[in-house]
Structure formats: C-alpha cells, structure tokens
C-alpha cells in the first residue's frame, strides 16, 4: 500500500497519528542481521501501528535486499530510499524493476549526497541531475505504481546555507518553489530533514502552504543519543542548534545516560508542539539504535494505542500482491517469516481466498528456513545446547518452553509464546511430560471479545471462535495410544505422519477444518487459519528438518544429544489434532491415562 493512502485513512478518519521509522543499512553482514532483530522487535513492540520503515540508501544492492526483506519478512510497508549518485538511468531502473516485483510500492525519490571523498554532486553519463528529474521519470515510465516522496528541508538545502548558518530569504524561496516543482511532478509526500528548532518545522509548512504545496509535510525527528554524534550531525546538515539546546547539553554532555534521556524529552517535547499543531505524521530517524525513539513515542501514547488493533492472530502481509491474503495453514503461527518466505512467489493470493495448497511452488523449502536471526540463535545455544541423556531430558525442554521458563525454540521464530498459549500452559507442561512434544497449540474460543488481549483480534466491536489446537512429535507407540483414544472421541480430528511421509488420520486428503474465525459487524465470517491435510505434508518436512538443522546442529559431531535427536527424527510421528467441539469440548482429555 501506498504510505499517502495510509496517511489519508489514518489522518481522514479517527484522526489517528502515523509514525515510521528509518533505518540505514549496516557495513557488516553481522550488522545486517542485528538489524533484522531490531526492526522486527520495534515492529512488535509497536504492533501494526508503525506505519512504515524507510531503508537509507549508501550500498545500491544491500538497501534492494534490506527493503525487500523488511517488506516482505518483517512485513512492514517499507519505503526505499533510492539516490542518483553514480547511477545511470538503467541502473535506477533495475532497482525499481526489482522492487517492483518484490511488492515494494513506496520510494523516496533523492537526488543523493556526493559520493565519499567529494564534495560536490557529480551528475553521472546517463542518469539524472536531480530529484526532480528522478520523479518526473518515475511518473513518466512506472505511471502510479510507486508513492513518490521527496525530501524538504526547513531551513534550506545545506549548499544554500551561508557561512554565518542561515540561507539568504531568496536562495530558501528558491528551494521551496523547487519544492513545489518535485511535488507536481508527481511527488504525493515530503519528508523533512532533522530539525531542532520546531519553529522553523512549523514555518517552513506554512511557507509551503502559500505557495500550494498541499501534500502532507513528515518532520523527520533525530533524537539525540550522544553528545558528539549530535554535533557531527547538525554541522554536516547545517541545521540550527537552539541556545537552550546547546546550554543543557553543555552540562551533561560527558554523560551518555543523561544526553540520551535529555534527547528523548527534546523529540517528546518537539512532536508534542508539532501534533497540537494538527500535524498527524512523525518520521523518526532512528540512527538503527530503537530506544530513544520507542521512548519518545510511548510518552506521547502513540504506541499503547494501538495495542488494540491486532488484524489478524497473525501479521498480514504488506506486499502489494498479496495484501488481501486472509487466510493461512495454522502450521506455521509460530514461523511466520518462514510461511512467508516459502510462498512469496506463490500465484494463488491475488485471489484472496485460500487456494489450492497443492500448487508446487508452496513447497520449497530453502535454506532460508533454517537461517536463525542472531539474537534468537544465541538463546537457542544458551538453551537448547546443554547435553540431553534421555528422552526424558527432552521432554523437560519441552516442557519448560511451555511452562514460559525458556524463551526460544527450535520451531518458533517468535520471541517467547503467544499471549494464549498461558491459557492452557499447565496442561501443556503435563502432556510434554507424558512424551507429547508440543510445538503449536491454541485455546478453545467461543465467543470472546474480539479485542480480548490474550484472544483477540479484528479489532473493537466483533467476536472471536477458535477449536482447540494442538500439534506435537510422539513416538509411534504413544500415537498408536492416542488413537485408540481418539475412537472414543469423535469430536477430535487427527492428522500423523513421519518423516517418510506415513500418515495415520481419520480426515481425507481434503478436509480442510477452518479453526479460528471471527464475527464482526458489517462483515463476511472471518476465517483466517485452517487446518489443511495437503499443506500439513508440506510443512512436515520442514518440522523434521528443525530436528537437525536447528537443534542437533548446536551439539559437536558425534555427541550422544546429537544421535538422540537423530533417532527422534526418524522414528517420531508429527501430530496435528483438533478438537471440533469448541463449546463443550475438552482437547486434553485425550491424552489421560496415557
Ligand atoms: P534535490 O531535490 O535534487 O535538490 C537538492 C537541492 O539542489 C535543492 O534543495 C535545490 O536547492 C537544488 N536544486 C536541484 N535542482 C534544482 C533545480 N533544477 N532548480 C533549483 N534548484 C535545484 N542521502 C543519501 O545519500 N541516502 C539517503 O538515503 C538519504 N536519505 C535522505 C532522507 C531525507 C528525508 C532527507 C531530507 C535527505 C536524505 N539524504 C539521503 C540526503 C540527500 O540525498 C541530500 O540532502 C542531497 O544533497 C539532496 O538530495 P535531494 O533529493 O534533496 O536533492
């Protein structure tokens, strides 16, 4: 989606503000990867209601690739900075070609900095002299495809700021009317450079509004985090440092701790006295580091307010092909970039609805599947590393994971459990004692409140079903149990199969269960995961291979932890259960006496 139109529904409507945040891509591949953690767990934290990223560009190939999975892993609208330094027309054209494809559909359209060790702007054979030139080919080849932004800059470029730190009155008219000039050409936003006197913000919109630029004006907010950094800054971009600024940072300035604390009162300060001027967008430069700008958001509330807008139980895509996709297999709740990734190029979400599961680009499975962000790969040593003896140890593991004394697991992506799963946590922990190795399950729902915090979804004002789920490794002896069970129980519907593909189920191949949906006022039911026999065989393989490549692999070759977890992989069954009696029905039942 286009960041404008999320601008005007959120700002025509409830008045809601929208915030974003940027990042630049980090020099080392341990960099990149930190990132990835960090943008995901800001995301989180702010749930669906960061608008949009924004990816700076310094390396034309890194920024293609950071955009691309920010938009299509973290699945975050995200808007790519894309700069004429040193790039030929046919190059700016593969990179919005790539994008394109990829779902991307925001841009922030620059001319670029000089490259490093020039000092002035070199226009390159066959590309393009300046921003405006950028947009008006943009428009001219891509039609409407892309949201165009373009930068403002309230005090003026810096190349029109004198010596004594202030553009003449007619070289800063001279870049508004070439403002308005990038803006008819097609741009549909402006984001502004960092500012510090809010003032100058504040009159630099209303300049614009004389001479007709109407579209929204972003203040791009830096809050300060170091003293040196903070002066390293503002000289590069010339900006204007308020004396009230510099005479309390004078006093601290040696403390890190208190400049950082100092800098977040400054941007909650600052946007306070933006917002009451009825702007409703912030754009926060976030120099990679998430503190101080999160801070500065919760103090003006942005971030507890939309606590209540989870849309769906899991994150919606955001790329473009795929935004009405409404409903997904349960296996993957916990492997959501996962799910994603393996079906990023599958051609059945332009039509919404679930389709046809057995579609042969749905199961890939790449090494992608397999790749742990650091952060989760570190607590996965710490955690999962120590030696097992028994079969016993490793249903201990897996009943501390549930019990919440672990924080990470081989099969989940997430950070920790889902807030339902403390629901039936105790019951978990009893049946991975019992040789029930839980990796997804989900509470019985009937008719909770759809903006419940621990069930919710969908928003305020509707209601929310789900059947009791439950998916699990067992040995054959302990499903063979299960099973006869389960003849006594015909409310449960069960699906097993190993790692050789032999299944034991009391399902066909084409039963697809709906077991989570929702109510909601003026709306077709609500249907957004499923059970689905044909998807379950494409996840299994994935499910076994975490046995190995994400567990065993963490032990030395020839360890005894490793040769157990070997052994489980290949004679184990993988479990999904169901039970269909979400009023009356009692899942764990099945498993008593076993
Ligand atoms: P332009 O819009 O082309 O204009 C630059 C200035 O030149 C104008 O202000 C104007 O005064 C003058 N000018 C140019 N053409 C004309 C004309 N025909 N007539 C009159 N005046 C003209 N840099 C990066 O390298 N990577 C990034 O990711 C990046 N992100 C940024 C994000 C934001 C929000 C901002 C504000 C800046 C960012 N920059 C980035 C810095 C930006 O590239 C530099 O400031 C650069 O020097 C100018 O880029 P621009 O798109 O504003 O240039």
């Given at each position: 989606m286009k960041v404008i139109e999320k601008i005007r529904e959120a700002t025509e409507g409830n008045g809601r503000t929208v915030f974003s945040f940027e990042f630049f891509p980090p020099k080392t591949e341990e960099g990149v990867e930190n990132l990835f953690d960090r943008i995901g767990s800001m995301v989180a934290t702010t749930l669906r209601s960061c608008d949009y990223v924004a990816a700076r560009r310094i390396h034309a190939d890194l920024t293609l690739d950071i955009a691309n999975r920010m938009q299509n892993m973290i699945c975050v609208e995200t808007m790519m900075h894309l700069t004429c330094t040193n790039m030929p027309v046919e190059k700016i054209d593969h990179a919005l070609d790539t994008i394109k494809t990829n779902g991307i559909q925001n841009v922030l359209a620059l001319r670029g900095d000089p490259p490093h060790g020039q000092d002035k702007f070199v226009q390159v054979a066959g590309g393009f002299a300046c921003a405006l030139d950028l947009v008006q080919h943009m428009r001219s080849k891509y039609g409407d495809y892309f949201g165009i932004t373009v930068a403002g800059y309230p005090e003026a470029h810096p190349d029109m700021i004198d010596t004594d730190g202030v553009a003449t009155l007619e070289a800063y008219n001279n870049d508004l009317t070439y403002l308005k000039r990038k803006v008819d050409a097609g741009a549909d936003l402006i984001v502004t450079q960092l500012f510090y006197d809010t003032n100058i913000f504040l009159k630099f919109v209303n300049d614009c509004r004389q001479i007709g630029i109407t579209c929204p004006i972003v203040p791009g907010i830096m809050p300060i985090n170091n003293y040196k950094g903070f002066l390293r800054m503002t000289g590069f971009c010339k900006t204007r440092i308020p004396p009230e600024i510099m005479a309390a940072l004078e006093p601290i300035k040696d403390n890190e701790e208190a400049v950082k604390a100092y800098g977040i009162h400054l941007g909650t300060e600052m946007c306070k006295k933006i917002l009451a001027h009825g702007i409703k967008t912030l754009h926060m430069y976030t120099l990679n580091m998430e503190k101080s700008a999160l801070a500065i958001l919760m103090n003006l509330g942005l971030i507890e307010e939309s606590k209540l807008s989870r849309s769906l139980p899991w994150r919606p895509a955001t790329n473009i092909f795929r935004v009405k996709e409404d409903v997904r297999p349960i296996f993957w709740a916990n492997r959501p970039k996962s799910y994603i990734s393996r079906t990023l190029g599958w051609d059945q979400y332009p039509r919404g609805r679930w389709g046809d599961s057995n579609n042969p680009s749905y199961g890939a499975l790449s090494d992608y599947q397999f790749m742990r962000p650091r952060s989760r790969g570190k607590k996965l040593q710490e955690e999962w590393a120590t030696p097992l003896k028994s079969f016993e140890d490793v249903h201990e593991r897996f009943m501390n994971y549930c019990l919440g004394?672990?924080?990470?697991?081989?099969?989940?992506?997430?950070?920790?459990?889902?807030?339902?799963?403390k629901i039936i946590d105790e019951k978990l922990a009893n049946v991975n004692l019992k040789g029930f190795l839980t990796i997804n399950s989900q509470p019985a729902v009937n008719g909770?409140?759809?903006?419940?915090?621990?069930?919710?979804?969908?928003?305020?004002g509707g209601y929310v079903y789900q059947k009791a789920y439950l998916e699990f490794f067992c040995s054959k002896e302990k499903l063979d149990l299960l099973v006869e069970k389960c003849k006594a129980l015909p409310s449960l519907t069960y699906i097993g199969v190993n790692r050789g593909g032999l299944c034991v189920s009391n399902v066909g191949p084409n039963a697809v269960n709906a077991v989570t949906w929702g109510v909601f006022p003026a709306k077709e039911i609500v249907q957004p995961t499923v059970v689905d026999p044909a998807s379950f065989m494409v996840w299994k393989d994935e499910a076994f291979e975490i046995w190995t490549k994400s567990w065993a692999c963490l032990f030395p070759e020839d360890d005894p932890s490793k040769e157990l977890l070997e052994l489980i992989q290949r004679t184990y069954y993988l479990v999904s259960l169901v039970d269909n009696d979400y009023v009356h029905g009692d899942l764990f039942a099945a498993f008593k006496d076993i």
């Open positions: 004394k672990l924080r990470s697991s081989p099969w989940s992506e997430l950070d920790g459990l889902q807030a339902e799963t909770e409140k759809s903006d419940s915090p621990s069930v919710g979804w969908g928003g305020p």
